[in-house]
């Protein structure tokens, strides 16, 4: 199991940036694939990002690609979403989620998460 901690959360106006980070503990953080997934208020939660075990490979969601990114440093043990052009729409729940193995946009594929972090965007 790993413990995941995120951060970087708050208040920002459209158009501005915040800096998500997700440290992680417990087990070796190379061997897990990565996951931002977000959940507003009366929606499902979803995918937003994802980044394999080396950092190599990387997937975004249609609606944040070309304004987050997603990174990792396996010597911190963190991975970031630097979020760029935020839009009211952004405006929710944050969360990390970590698998061993391959990388997956898909939630139910992720065994450990954080207790997110509140992102909002006022317009």
């Known amino acids: 199991q790993v413990q995941l901690v995120e951060s970087g959360g708050g208040l920002v106006q459209a158009g501005g940036s915040l800096r998500l980070s997700c440290a992680a503990s417990?087990?070796?953080?190379?061997?897990?694939?990565m996951g931002w997934f977000r959940q507003a208020p009366g929606k499902d939660r979803r995918f937003v990002a994802i980044?394999?075990?080396?950092?190599?490979?990387?997937g975004y969601a249609d609606s944040v690609k070309g304004r987050f990114t997603i990174s990792r440093d396996n010597a911190k043990n963190t991975v970031y979403l630097q979020m760029n052009s935020l839009k009211p729409e952004d405006t929710a729940v944050y969360y990390c989620?970590?698998?061993?193995?391959?990388?997956?946009?898909?939630?139910?594929?992720?065994?450990?998460w954080g207790q997110g972090t509140q992102v909002t965007v006022s317009s």
């Open positions: 980044i394999s075990s080396s950092g190599i490979a990387t």
């Open positions: 989620a970590a698998r061993r193995g391959q990388h997956s946009a898909v939630a139910a594929n992720y065994a450990d």
């Open positions: 417990g087990r070796t953080f190379s061997d897990y694939a």
